[in-house]
């Protein structure tokens, strides 16, 4: 099975409007020789703020080439949320994808298993794809719970999920020790734990949805890792935070992936 490969810019709490839209003109612009179909799938996600700016630069340009994700969505639909933003909304706004369960969220906002299925589960009913994160703290891994931690995020996340739309999400493994740290999970380990992965979404959903879901890697993702993480057998791509905020190295990224 040969999956198609995704790189994703996860641009966290960066850029106003002007320079979101700066900067998906300069990422197209660093894609514009390269033939569509021979992209990987490439993302990107600013802020809510500027998903209507990202939004019309990508529709403007009419390359198609670059899709957008929202950082995150609340699962219900409208009512009294003050503060919250719904899957409707941020589809509404033009995004294809929301990036759920990020370790930022579920460290700083109290996001939980529980709540990571509901959004993954309304993100599905709309017809948009859940980049669904997982991944392990240094305590974690020094513990020796890595695989079990993981595992149960992941069938936490895909709790009464379809087989269908199992196979049509994506899976994030970022290792919390790696984001932001400069301190890239070795491949050979990244891709283990990416096969476990994919074996916990085979016991779920079986093996069509286990052969057909994209896992990334994340964490301090640069140019000069792309290739050989790539090279990996259960490495479909990557997520990529501060090397994401330059079209430059977010498109070495892409083309490393290529
Ligand atoms: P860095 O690439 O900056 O380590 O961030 C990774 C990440 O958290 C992407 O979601």
């Not at 792309?226 to 090397?243: H, P, T, Y």
């Amino acid at each position: 099975m040969s999956r198609r490969p995704v790189i994703a810019g996860n641009w966290k709490m960066h850029k106003l409007q002007s320079e979101s839209a700066e900067l998906a003109n300069a990422v197209m612009k660093e894609l514009k020789d390269i033939d569509k179909a021979a992209l990987p799938e490439v993302v990107i996600a600013p802020v809510y703020t500027s998903l209507y700016a990202v939004n019309k630069a990508l529709t403007d340009c009419g390359c198609g080439k670059v899709k957008m994700a929202a950082q995150n969505a609340f699962y219900e639909t409208q009512g009294a949320f003050t503060g919250e933003v719904s899957v409707e909304m941020v589809k509404d706004a033009g995004a294809e994808y929301v990036i759920i369960g990020h370790s930022e969220r579920r460290q700083y906002f109290g996001e939980t298993d529980e709540m990571i299925n509901k959004k993954a589960k309304k993100i599905l009913e709309l017809g948009l794809v859940p980049i669904i994160c997982c991944g392990e703290s240094l305590e974690q891994r020094e513990a020796g719970v890595t695989d079990s931690h993981i595992a149960s995020q992941i069938k936490a996340a895909l709790d009464g999920l379809s087989a269908e739309d199992v196979a049509k999400s994506i899976i994030a493994y970022e290792p919390i020790w790696a984001i932001g740290t400069g301190k890239t999970c070795d491949s050979d380990e990244a891709n283990r734990v990416i096969a476990m992965i994919r074996n916990v979404v085979k016991e779920v959903a079986g093996a069509d949805s286990a052969d057909k879901i994209r896992i990334l890697y994340g964490g301090s993702v640069k140019p000069n890792t792309i290739v050989e993480q790539m090279s990996k057998s259960d490495i479909d791509g990557a997520l990529v935070g501060g090397a994401s905020l330059t079209a430059d190295s977010f498109a070495q990224i892409v083309k490393g992936a290529m």
